[in-house]
């Protein structure tokens, strides 16, 4: 299997922590980070890899080619059928191991706990505070307050979400967002915080029980690896200037 991924997708980083985090070896799954570029408003749109097999397959280097959504990450079986969004990338994954997951909860509630975190991360905070709806709202609604990465559309969405995951927390939680062990609720949750820390969301005052999870997670040398890799633990801002303020103007 292939996945095709960008380190400026936190997206993409809740699929890289689940494999790490689960022990998943690049000889099952192998990692290829697409190339990237900008459209008109400046907003990143991923490319093809020129060395890659499914550009010479495909004639192009247009990612929408090989994901007609347009989005990462993707993944590519070896039987050529494909998967897009995360929790079911991460379930098929999983369930190809064709052995229990440790990062699921036995307990039902628990799972489903679980699930309500996974969910409100993916459904509820990430598309509203997602930049190029942001740069959208700025450009073609009239919303120009602010710079997307601080914008207070943005912050609203991430404070109001992170406001119903830490009550969540305050029943569910240890070192980790459910119990002691990590969970696919940490490999969505913690590329999200990564993210707001950009916004200048005062986590550690506002959220203490998402902030714990969080350093509880750093503490892991495979998931600190994966955010240095990716840029560093707060979520560098990929846009091209340019473009965004002619857009916006």
């Not at 990062?103 to 975190?117: G, T």
């Not at 990430?126 to 700025?138: G, K, L, R, V």
């Not at 550690?204 to 990716?230: C, S, T, Y």
Request: net charge negative; aromatic share 8%; with cysteine.
């Amino acid at each position: 299997m292939k996945l095709y991924y960008h380190s400026s997708s936190s997206a993409s980083l809740r699929v890289l922590i689940f494999l790490s985090c689960r022990g998943v070896p690049e000889n099952k799954v192998k990692l290829i980070e697409t190339g990237i570029d900008f459209d008109t408003r400046g907003i990143p749109v991923w490319t093809i890899p020129s060395d890659d097999e499914q550009y010479n397959k495909l004639k192009t280097n247009d990612y929408k080619a090989l994901n007609p959504e347009g989005r990462v990450p993707l993944l590519l079986l070896e039987d050529g059928k494909k998967m897009t969004q995360t929790g079911a990338i991460i379930d098929l994954i999983d369930d190809l191991l064709g052995e229990p997951s440790p990062l699921i909860p036995e307990d039902p509630y628990l799972k489903a706990e679980m699930r309500r975190i996974q969910w409100i991360v993916a459904a509820d905070t990430q598309p509203y505070q997602n930049i190029p709806f942001i740069i959208q709202a700025m450009g073609e609604w009239g919303m120009k307050k602010a710079q997307p990465i601080k914008h207070p559309l943005r912050k609203h969405f991430i404070n109001r979400e992170f406001s119903a995951i830490e009550e969540i927390l305050k029943n569910v939680s240890g070192k980790y967002c459910v119990g002691d062990n990590v969970s696919y609720a940490d490999c969505f949750l913690i590329p999200q915080i990564r993210n707001a820390l950009a916004s200048d969301i005062p986590l550690e005052q506002d959220f203490p029980n998402l902030h714990k999870v969080w350093e509880n997670m750093l503490a892991l040398p495979n998931v600190l690896g994966i955010f240095e890799r990716a840029g560093g633990i707060i979520q560098p801002i990929v846009v091209d200037e340019k473009k965004l303020k002619e857009y916006v103007e």
